[in-house]
């Protein structure tokens, strides 16, 4: 049974700091490609970030460019982004999802069940 365990979010002030994680279990971690994605209240699902199952490359947002980093630990299982320079506009639930380097279209095998991110102004 696979599952993606987020943690990390919480309520921090504009211009702070954040670091989510996203533990994955029940599948070969290295063989996938893992990402963030967020949704706030009333709005549609947003791309955040993204790393492929080697590391590299990442690919992000525009609206998170220079303030987020995605990064891995492919012997811990994990994938953290780190959230600098918080805006209130960054306040949403954030999910990780998890698609499988050989997986056909652009659509993630898994997700987890998301962390709730309130940034204040």
């Known amino acids: 049974q696979v599952q993606l365990v987020e943690a990390g979010g919480g309520l921090v002030q504009a211009g702070g700091s954040l670091r989510l994680s996203c533990a994955a279990s029940?599948?070969?971690?290295?063989?996938?490609?893992m990402a963030w994605f967020r949704q706030a209240p009333g709005k549609d699902q947003e791309f955040v970030a993204t790393?492929?199952?080697?590391?590299?490359?990442?690919n992000y947002a525009d609206s998170v460019k220079g303030r987020f980093t995605i990064s891995r630990d492919n012997a811990k299982n994990t994938v953290y982004l780190q959230m600098n320079s918080l805006k209130p506009e960054d306040t949403a639930v954030y999910y990780c999802?998890?698609?499988?380097?050989?997986?056909?279209?652009?659509?993630?095998?898994?997700w987890g069940q998301g962390t709730q991110v309130t940034v204040s102004s």
């Open positions: 999802a998890a698609k499988h380097r050989y997986g056909l279209g652009s659509a993630y095998d898994y």
């Open positions: 029940g599948l070969t971690f290295s063989s996938y490609t």
């Open positions: 790393i492929k199952w080697s590391g590299a490359p990442t």
